[in-house]
């Protein structure tokens, strides 16, 4: 049984080691981040060498690794860089942390619930009251967001009073895109696109030449165009070339990342040579996730 001092201790070393891209972990930076002398810390970690918690690391660069038992004795999964799960505060994702697991003390409605994140590095920068999003998690796409109630320094746990929990389901874009696409061509001009927009109640459109997506065109470009008297120009004149493509196996959970990180509401879904394939809005997204509720993890 680990005492209070060398779990806290271990700890520190599993989140600064995992900040430091698999670099061994002096003693001194343990004492510095606990406000410990380093010779307790030295003297701690010869135990926790002897339960086989931690690996030494000899010479100049040397220092402290913690074990797969290190991760176990502190029930946190170990898992790739590819596969964490993330936390975002105020819709910033935050560096250098993220969740080992999620336990919910009961789950009788998702705003009546709170669950425990454990958390592999530092969370001083999160404070009772913040409100933040978890996940997806790689596994079953399980996403949260509620308000931080309590904090747990020592064994690293958050206590979140839960708003919304969503499983993401494990779709493609190409499951949910609209196939029959409707688009204008690059010689469209502003009147005829305006007429298309309110023939087919949509928003915005990609614009094509010789059957290549190049651009989009939305209705802001479109109000943009008349309120600047350019309505004699052509789609190609104001859509904007950097039009977002998605292939078609791309993940619902990674199509969510990408539109919040691009600030869009729609993606081309197109093959590798750029042929149009579909096209997927955000209202499809929160559609998928929540039968028209709508999902925070997209509106933040």
């Given at each position: 049984?680990?005492?209070?001092?060398?779990?806290?201790?271990?700890?520190?070393?599993?989140?600064?080691?995992?900040?430091?891209?698999?670099?061994?972990?002096?003693?001194?930076?343990?004492?510095?981040?606990?406000?410990?002398?380093?010779?307790?810390?030295?003297?701690?970690?010869?135990?926790?060498?002897?339960?086989?918690?931690?690996?030494?690391?000899?010479?100049?660069?040397?220092?402290?690794?913690?074990?797969?038992?290190?991760?176990?004795?502190?029930?946190?999964?170990?898992?790739?860089?590819?596969?964490?799960?993330?936390?975002?505060?105020?819709?910033?994702?935050?560096?250098?942390?993220?969740?080992?697991?999620?336990?919910?003390?009961?789950?009788?409605?998702?705003?009546?619930?709170?669950?425990?994140?454990?958390?592999?590095?530092?969370?001083?920068?999160?404070?009772?009251?913040?409100?933040?999003?978890?996940?997806?998690?790689?596994?079953?796409?399980?996403?949260?967001?509620?308000?931080?109630?309590?904090?747990?320094?020592?064994?690293?746990?958050?206590?979140?009073?839960?708003?919304?929990?969503?499983?993401?389901?494990?779709?493609?874009?190409?499951?949910?895109?609209?196939?029959?696409?409707?688009?204008?061509?690059?010689?469209?001009?502003?009147?005829?696109?305006?007429?298309?927009?309110?023939?087919?109640?949509?928003?915005?459109?990609?614009?094509?030449?010789?059957?290549?997506?190049?651009?989009?065109?939305?209705?802001?470009?479109?109000?943009?165009?008349?309120?600047?008297?350019?309505?004699?120009?052509?789609?190609?004149?104001?859509?904007?070339?950097?039009?977002?493509?998605?292939?078609?196996?791309l993940k619902i959970a990674n199509a969510i990342e990408v539109m919040l990180k691009k600030s869009i509401s729609r993606l081309i879904v197109a093959d590798n040579d750029q042929?149009?394939?579909?096209?997927?809005?955000?209202?499809?997204?929160?559609?998928?996730?929540?039968?028209?509720?709508?999902?925070?993890?997209?509106?933040?």
């Amino acid at each position: 049984m680990l005492t209070s001092v060398q779990k806290e201790i271990l700890q520190t070393l599993i989140n600064l080691y995992q900040s430091s891209d698999g670099k061994s972990i002096k003693g001194e930076d343990i004492a510095e981040v606990m406000a410990r002398n380093p010779g307790t810390i030295r003297n701690q970690m010869q135990s926790l060498r002897s339960l086989g918690l931690v690996k030494g690391v000899p010479g100049p660069r040397g220092g402290y690794k913690p074990t797969i038992e290190a991760y176990h004795s502190l029930n946190i999964t170990v898992s790739d860089q590819d596969s964490k799960v993330p936390i975002y505060k105020n819709g910033e994702r935050m560096e250098d942390i993220s969740v080992a697991r999620i336990e919910f003390t009961s789950v009788p409605q998702p705003t009546e619930c709170e669950a425990a994140i454990k958390v592999l590095g530092s969370i001083k920068d999160l404070n009772l009251g913040d409100i933040v999003r978890i996940g997806p998690t790689p596994v079953n796409n399980l996403g949260v967001m509620g308000e931080i109630v309590g904090r747990d320094d020592l064994d690293n746990i958050l206590l979140v009073d839960t708003t919304t929990i969503r499983s993401i389901p494990k779709k493609t874009v190409g499951d949910i895109a609209s196939k029959d696409v409707i688009s204008l061509s690059v010689d469209c001009t502003i009147k005829n696109a305006a007429k298309k927009f309110a023939e087919n109640e949509i928003d915005g459109a990609p614009v094509m030449e010789k059957g290549k997506v190049v651009g989009v065109f939305t209705v802001t470009d479109l109000v943009k165009a008349i309120a600047e008297d350019k309505d004699e120009l052509t789609v190609a004149d104001l859509m904007s070339p950097n039009v977002v493509i998605v292939n078609e196996d791309l993940k619902i959970a990674n199509a969510i990342e990408v539109m919040l990180k691009k600030s869009i509401s729609r993606l081309i879904v197109a093959d590798n040579d750029q042929n149009l394939l579909g096209i997927v809005t955000r209202t499809d997204l929160i559609n998928i996730i929540t039968n028209l509720e709508q999902f925070p993890i997209i509106t933040n």
